[in-house]
T-cell receptor, first 117, second 117 residues
Framework: KAGVTQTPRYLIKTRGQQVTLSCSPI?????VSWYQQTPGQGLQFLFEYFSETQRNKGNFPGRFSGRQFSNSRSEMNVSTLELGDSALYLC????????????????FGNGTRLTVT | AQKITQTQPGMFVQEKEAVTLDCTYD???????LFWYKQPSSGEMIFLIY??????QNATEGRYSLNFQKARKSANLVISASQLGDSAMYFCAMREGRKNRDDKIIFGKGTRLHILP
């Protein structure tokens, strides 16, 4: 079974631009979560999608948005990029059956490393 | 609010020795899951082991075991017979089982483990 696939692997953008990151979950997984990882803040939750609906959202500004398609693939968009958005963005999928399914682990992709100059 | 604490920012261990990585958590939810992940320098997050709050026995997966002390809210990871390839960042994570509220997985700050030859 193929793992979680994130594209692209690396991105370099300039301030003010926007960027779209893509994530294909493990086949059969309906939940997709996004995390931002930086040396200073660690792993911070961005949002989670389940069956095309945003189910949870972290404390990030509205410049960060996402969506999920009917095939469970997900995209994350960051508009008006700032230097502080430089980070490793990790996508993870889960085989859970629904909210409250606390025993489902996240399966992560290799991440997209975004550098904003 | 749920919280994960990893008090060891870094550890150095001799190859073939056992190592214990500490993790304490805080939650008021009786239903929750605890997870450990390994992140090598390449960036991918690898799921290692899971422990449910109602599990009577400590979880084991090969060389990994979880020392679960529910009353102390502790979920330490034990790696037996450490190998050079175990050098990585290790994250403890938790997910609550609240069906009607925020149930995202949260992560600790991590422990960087160095295995010495």
């Amino acid at each position: 079974k193929a793992g979680v696939t994130q594209t692209p692997r690396y991105l370099i953008k300039t301030r003010g631009q926007q960027v779209t990151l893509s994530c294909s979950p493990i086949s059969g997984h309906r939940s997709v979560s996004w995390y931002q990882q930086t040396p200073g803040q660690g792993l911070q939750f961005l949002f989670e999608y389940f069956s095309e609906t945003q189910r949870n959202k972290g404390n990030f500004p509205g410049r960060f948005s996402g969506r999920q398609f009917s095939n469970s693939r997900s995209e994350m968009n960051v508009s008006t990029l700032e230097l502080g958005d430089s980070a490793l963005y990790l996508c993870a999928s889960s085989p859970e059956g629904g909210r409250g399914d606390y025993n489902s682990p996240l399966h992560f992709g290799n991440g997209t490393r975004l550098t904003v100059t | 609010a749920q919280k994960i604490t990893q008090t060891q920012p870094g550890m150095f261990v001799q190859e073939k020795e056992a190592v214990t990585l500490d993790c304490t958590y805080d939650t008021s939810d009786p239903s929750y899951g605890l997870f450990w992940y390994k992140q090598p320098s390449s960036g991918e997050m690898i799921f290692l082991i899971y422990q449910g709050s109602y599990d009577q026995q400590n979880a084991t997966e090969g060389r990994y075991s979880l020392n679960f002390q529910k009353a102390r809210k502790s979920a330490n990871l034990v790696i037996s017979a450490s190998q050079l390839g175990d050098s990585a960042m290790y994250f403890c994570a938790m997910r609550e089982g609240r069906k009607n509220r925020d149930d995202k997985i949260i992560f600790g700050k991590g422990t960087r483990l160095h295995i010495l030859p």
